[in-house]
């Protein structure tokens, strides 16, 4: 069954409760879903809701993949599928397919670590215009070694970095209030 409008807004409830100073900047996907928007297909524009996972290793690392099409660092995570039952489950899929990992893997809150609403340019050749995603980012932890196999078409590189070298301000900071 695929994520449901109800299931977002719950999410997005569970988040703005832990994190009420949030909400202002959750607004926009808010109204999206009292639109009665499907937020869950990528195809709804201008704005759809996308699933990450933040992993930490034993030694407080945070896992970074080398994104094919932005060349830049990231955390795994994508677009929602059809076959997604809910949001940590579509951010689990996503770090299973872009990571080949599948250790043992635990989340760390009952909620996300983070929701972020950032703007993504036009991508002529999927026929996209200029958007938004609402990032839904859950934080992971795992125990003993880790193998990462990669995703080659999607992906070209893995590191393991400090979470201080995440670049968003507010994920970096509730990410280390968790783990240290």
Sequence with gaps: MPITTEHIRETLTEYTDAHPEEKS?????????????????RKTFPLHVT????????????????????????????????????LMGAALRELAEETGIRA????????????????????????????QHADVRWLFGTTGPVEVTLQEEGVSGSAWRSPDT???????????????
């Design 104 to 131: 043992s893997i635990a989340p760390l809150l009952p909620h996300p670590v983070h929701i972020d609403v950032h703007d993504i340019a036009a991508n002529d050749a999927k026929g996209e215009p200029a958007h």
């Design 166 to 180: 995440l670049a968003d301000e507010t994920l970096r900071r509730w990410v280390l209030s968790v783990i240290r």
């Design 25 to 41: 900047a959750l607004s926009v996907v808010l109204e999206r879903l009292d639109r009665g928007d499907d937020l869950s297909s």
């Design 51 to 86: 699933a990450g996972a933040v992993l930490v290793n034993e030694g407080g690392e945070v896992l970074f993949i080398r994104h094919n099409v932005l060349r830049k660092y990231l955390t795994p995570g994508g677009h929602l599928e059809p076959e997604d039952a809910n």
